[in-house]
């Protein structure tokens, strides 16, 4: 049946956005209307007239609710094949309307456990029944019945009612997929849900995953791979699934592995911040009472590799620090921040050296330094998938210990600190210097904990006396800390728990560089 005529319709939905006008619509093409409960009285008191389905069915609802929709004159209606003359005789044998559209979406079960004041109780009176039954019964028959799940697809559906007097079966199989999707990650987020309640394992013995495709990417890390962007459904806050492009061309595979990697950095800190990515690893990172200079004391750390840069900025990006991005022989391919300033966008976006290349991204205020959105992060291996909770915790900096004769000095803790944030997202084995909460030089992926000491401490060059040192993990050897002593490096920070700590402090106070232990390691591989 290429074009279903919509006669008449069952309309429930729990969510009410943009529901009254489209019953209008339907009402108006002459769709008779069936429906049950508060859809029926928020259609009512907008004047749009509708049937109990009580009245039709001969059988109240009952059971608190619980029971409203699950009779053979509902799913005998929608469920009955229009091509069979077996099937029409049913239906008339029975007094059963045939229903050409279902109208349906379903109880906000996933907001209400997510609220957390929500009982076991309330989640289990929030699994809707009747619902699920007649998206599927719907979705099953959509040779002839057209099912509507969500607000979002109201326009769309009204308007090919309109033009062309039905729906067609191309848009009723895409409706039917969508439905079943739904339906589908509708129980998993019960068993989900259920599965937590009565276990007390941090992670279920199933892992089913749920993710939308957001977009389809040019290609994937490399031209000859295939790649698209998922999205987790109902993530909010400044994520990079949230975030929205407002201008430059299409975002690459790799723009957002870095883009990710940007945000999650500069999220780390409260204060102005900017951060410079390159191949997934910060090149620069700087703070500063004003956006532009932390800027410029990012790109300062490394111009040679922010060269077709990603960065980000955790503040509206204001017209001085677009001024100073644009500076003509810099090149960056994006820039995510929480929004940028009209004066910003006009100089970014007309700049002819720039409105061509680079790409905006707004992602909102971002709340809270070091917060990321919560969940697992998830690894591909063959065969299998590797879980684990997020790198995302506030180290507890009471626990940290001083074990060298010589105590940082302030300015040395706070540059410290600020080492210790940034090291945390470098790949291992991460090396990082800093002075002034600037970056002054990172060694980064290295086989080795020496090896990235020293590209570090040659990055760096001079800016690396009177500078203090992050690493991701322990020093095996004394071999690390005494590079970094003899390039002029006054401080460590780094976690401790090699069998030859004794060595490292040994070498620092030989030194007279401070150190100080963490007892949390930070790998990033």
Not at 111 to 120: E, I, L, Y
Not at 302 to 313: R, W
Request: charged share 25%; net charge negative; glycine share 8%.
């Amino acid at each position: 049946m290429e074009l279903t005529t919509i006669r008449s319709a069952i309309v429930s939905a729990s969510e009410k956005m943009g529901l009254t006008s489209f019953a209008r619509g339907l009402a108006e093409a002459g769709v008779e209307i069936f429906s049950t409960g508060g859809t029926r009285r928020a259609l009512v008191d907008a004047g749009i007239q509708a049937i109990e389905v009580a009245e039709y069915t001969g059988f109240p609802e009952m059971l608190d609710g619980r029971v409203k929709t699950l009779h053979p004159k509902v799913h005998g209606g929608i469920l009955a094949r229009r091509d069979r003359p077996e099937h029409m005789r049913a239906l008339e044998a029975h007094a059963i309307r045939p229903f050409d559209m279902v109208v349906v979406n379903l109880y906000p079960f996933e907001q209400t456990v997510a609220r957390p004041d929500c009982s076991f109780e309330e989640a289990i009176e929030n699994i809707d029944i009747g619902g699920p039954s007649m998206i599927r019964s719907a979705s099953k028959n959509h040779d002839a019945v057209a099912v509507v799940t969500d607000p979002s697809q109201y326009a769309s559906v009204l308007d090919e009612l309109r033009q062309r007097g039905g729906i067609s079966l191309v848009t009723r199989r895409q409706l039917a997929l969508e439905a079943f999707r739904l339906t589908a990650h509708y129980d998993r987020a019960i068993a989900n849900y259920l599965a937590r309640h009565e276990s007390a394992e941090q992670f279920a013995s199933e892992l089913v995953l749920d993710f939308q495709r957001k977009q389809v990417l040019r290609y994937g890390e490399n031209p000859h791979q295939q790649a698209a962007f998922y999205v987790e459904r109902g993530v909010t806050g400044a994520t990079l699934a949230t975030a929205r492009q407002v201008h430059g061309k299409e975002l690459s595979y790799n723009n957002l592995l870095d883009l990710e990697s940007a945000l999650a950095l500069v999220t780390e800190f409260t204060e102005p911040a900017a951060v410079v990515i390159k191949h997934n690893n910060p090149c620069g990172v700087a703070t500063h009472e004003q956006l532009a200079a932390a800027f410029l004391r990012a790109y300062e750390g490394d111009p040679i590799s922010a060269f077709g840069c990603v960065m980000a900025l955790n503040r509206t990006v204001d017209e001085a620090t677009a001024d100073a991005i644009a500076e003509p022989g810099r090149f960056v391919e994006a820039i995510i921040a929480p929004s940028f300033s009209e004066a910003a966008f006009q100089l970014l976006t007309t700049r002819p050296s720039w409105k061509a290349n680079v790409r905006l991204i707004e992602v909102g205020e971002i709340a809270n330094a070091g917060e990321l959105p919560g969940g697992w992060d998830y690894r591909r291996v063959s065969g299998g998938l590797l879980v684990q909770t997020r790198d995302s915790a506030a180290d507890p900096q009471n626990e940290w210990k001083v074990v060298t004769r010589r105590q940082p000095t302030d300015k040395e803790l706070d540059d410290l600190r600020f080492a210790w944030k940034v090291v945390k997202h470098v790949k291992s084995n991460a090396i990082v210097l800093a002075r002034d909460r600037m970056v002054v030089g990172v060694g980064a992926g290295q086989m080795n904990r020496v090896e990235s000491v020293d590209i570090a401490t040659r990055k760096a060059g001079d800016k690396a006396r009177g500078s203090v040192l992050g690493g991701d993990a322990f020093f095996p050897f004394r071999d690390g800390p005494d590079l970094a002593a003899k390039a002029g490096v006054t401080a460590m920070i780094q976690p401790g728990g090699s069998k030859r700590d004794e060595e490292s402090i040994r070498a620092c106070d030989e030194n007279n560089m401070a150190m100080l232990l963490t007892g949390r390691r930070h790998f990033r591989h």
